[in-house]
């Protein structure tokens, strides 16, 4: 015996007259007549719709990941970053290992024009000479960590220890 709950429903009968799918929507939604499924957008269509162009960058206004890169879902399921898609839809291709570089310094720019196929090394060796300043604003003073705040950091300390040599003393006594 066949379903009769929609129709066209090959499935055979499990309980009232219906197959074990069509009761339970049935049960959760009171009705057998499904909607018609909804086709997947093209790409493109879902890509611009996530883009504010401007005079300079075109800005990703989607997701973005923890380091502030536009994150972007493919038809296919593959999560991708979204100036990779763009630099994909734009017909370009990226040689294999080697990454695209915002040449902009905007992490979040899709623009195609802006980005540039380089080595791993190449282009962490470009946002090192970037970068101007520390995250707390104090300007750069060579490589590894900033001076002024690793200074704050040990004043800060001592102060909340009792000072410096207070806090030798603790040391000392404790050894």
């Known amino acids: ?31 057998t007549d499904r909607p018609e499924v909804r086709q997947k957008e093209p ?33 296919s399921g593959v999560n991708t970053m979204a100036h990779r898609a763009s630099w994909i839809m ?19 720019c899709v623009n195609p024009d802006h980005l540039e196929p380089v080595t791993g090394h190449e282009n962490m060796d470009r946002w090192a000479k970037s970068v101007t300043k520390c ?13 002024v705040c690793v200074k704050e950091r040990f004043e800060r300390f001592y102060e909340k220890h009792g000072g410096r040599s207070a806090y030798d003393d603790k040391r000392r006594q404790s050894a």
């Open 43 to 75: 790409e493109s269509v879902k890509f611009w719709r996530r883009v504010n162009v401007t005079d300079d960058c075109w800005l990703w206004t989607g997701r973005l990941n923890g380091k502030g890169y536009g994150s972007f879902k493919m038809n």
């Open 1 to 31: 015996m066949v379903c009769q709950g929609r129709v066209g429903c090959p499935k055979p009968v499990r309980t009232v007259g219906m197959c074990n799918a069509c009761y339970e929507y049935n049960r959760r939604f009171g009705t």
């Open 90 to 108: 734009a017909d370009r291709t990226i040689p294999d290992g080697y990454q695209l570089d915002h040449l902009c310094l905007v992490k979040n």
């Open 135 to 147: 995250k707390n604003g104090h300007p750069k003073q060579g490589r590894g960590r900033c001076q």
